[in-house]
């Protein structure tokens, strides 16, 4: 649980309303004057993608859109940080209000809508800072794009050479029509482009890992088709997953039904699901990073036994505070010992088939 410090500010943050509460997390992270977490147990190291990853415990996209906290964001003890999703444009997003707390069941509903300032600043902003640590760029489509897989494009150009990794972001539900490019056809098209662009930016040097971030709300076949495609085109790894539309399990009814997509504890049991059965079929070799209702060690190691090669948290964060991350580096150490695994890798997808014969919550 989180600790008096931790507990205080949390209460202080939830007088206010979401976005503003947000803004100010982002604010006093991006001062860089917070304790900084020890660094994570030696057992958690773990190489993926080609990059040595000091936890599998990393923050979700999402969260540090702007790229404003990445050192900040590092200090808590996150192995890796992915910031955006970034879109070549500046975009306001939708209208106010557009995140929603649930308490009762500690999850969130937003329908932010991509607000970003565009990948000029954000480049600039990461460029400004000194190199080190693993940070991610997750790319966008604007709203108003005619040509939304030329967004994507121009985003791995952008920052093929300022991010550890790239993510093709398919599967936030607030963009009209954006799950559409998960559709067999379309997402062949993407890929094919955005790996032919990753190759091209690279200019015979050390190549750009890029990973394309999924709903966790596909049905059976999508999802077969998805891997088989992904599998095919030389992408380096998938994320499983975005938000979800569903509504199911939710006990707190007070923003239930604002349109958006569903993060936190209530999702966790169907985006882990998903993603063994994911992992049953790209098979052991694809990189896979499971997201969706992590807030323990214990559902940090779910995830890795269902599959994920790496773990991410957002929703957790915001309820359980800001060293959520460096307590789950402690009990997850201690977690893999117990099983006598000797690092995350030995855990992976040891639950594969039990986590993918379970039915989804409907
Ligand atoms: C307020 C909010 C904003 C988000 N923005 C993005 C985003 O810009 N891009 C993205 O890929 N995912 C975004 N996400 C999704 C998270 O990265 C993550 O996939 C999802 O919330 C599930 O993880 P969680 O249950 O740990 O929150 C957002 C989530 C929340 C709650």
Redesign the pocket.
């Known amino acids: 649980m989180a600790g008096f410090v931790e507990r205080l500010g949390l209460n202080v943050l939830f007088r206010f309303d ?1 976005e503003t509460a ?1 803004r100010m997390a982002i604010r006093g992270l991006s001062l860089n004057v917070h304790g900084k977490a020890p660094p994570p147990p030696a057992n958690l190291r773990t190489r993926v993608l080609g990059l040595d990853f000091p936890t599998p415990i990393g923050l ?4 540090d ?1 702007n790229a404003e906290a990445v050192d900040g964001l590092l200090r808590l003890g996150f192995g890796f940080i ?1 910031v ?2 970034v879109t070549p444009l500046p975009q306001p997003g939708n209208a106010k209000p557009r ?1 929603f707390r649930l308490e009762a069941d500690e ?4 329908r ?1 809508g ?1 607000n ?1 300032d565009g990948m000029d600043a954000i480049a600039a902003r990461l460029a400004a800072r000194r190199p080190g640590g693993i940070v991610g760029v ?1 790319l ?1 489509a604007n709203k108003a794009s005619t040509d939304r897989i030329a967004d994507y494009v121009a985003g791995v150009y952008r920052f093929a050479r300022l991010a550890s990794y790239l ?1 093709v ?1 398919v ?2 539900p607030n963009t009209p029509g954006l799950r559409s490019l998960q559709d067999a056809d379309p997402f062949e098209t993407l890929l094919l482009r955005v790996v032919a662009a990753r190759d091209e930016a690279a200019n015979g040097g050390v190549t750009t890992p890029i990973l394309v ?1 999924i709903a ?1 709300d596909l049905d059976d076949g999508a999802l077969a088709a998805i891997a088989r495609i992904a599998v095919a085109s030389g992408i380096d790894g998938i ?1 499983l ?3 979800t539309l569903s509504r199911t399990g939710l006990t707190d009814r007070s923003h239930a039904g604002e349109s958006g ?1 569903l ?3 209530p ?2 049991q169907r ?1 882990t699901i998903m993603l063994a059965r994911l992992r049953a079929l790209v098979g052991p070799g694809m990189p896979l990073i499971g ?5 323990t060690a214990e559902a940090a190691l779910a995830k890795l036994l269902a599959g994920a090669d790496l773990v ?7 309820y359980r505070g800001h060293n959520i991350a460096a307590r789950i580096n402690a009990r997850l150490s201690e977690l893999l010992a117990e099983r006598d695994f000797a690092s995350p890798e030995d855990a992976v997808g040891r639950e594969t088939d039990r986590w993918a014969a379970m039915a989804l919550p409907d």
């Open positions: 979401p947000h979700a996209a999402g969260f859109k992915e955006g999703t995140m999850a969130i509903i937003n932010l991509f970003n997750n966008g993510v972001n599967s936030s971030k966790p994320i997953g975005n938000t997509g993060s936190g504890r999702l966790f985006a997201v969706g209702g992590v807030d991410q948290i957002y929703t957790g964060m915001i």
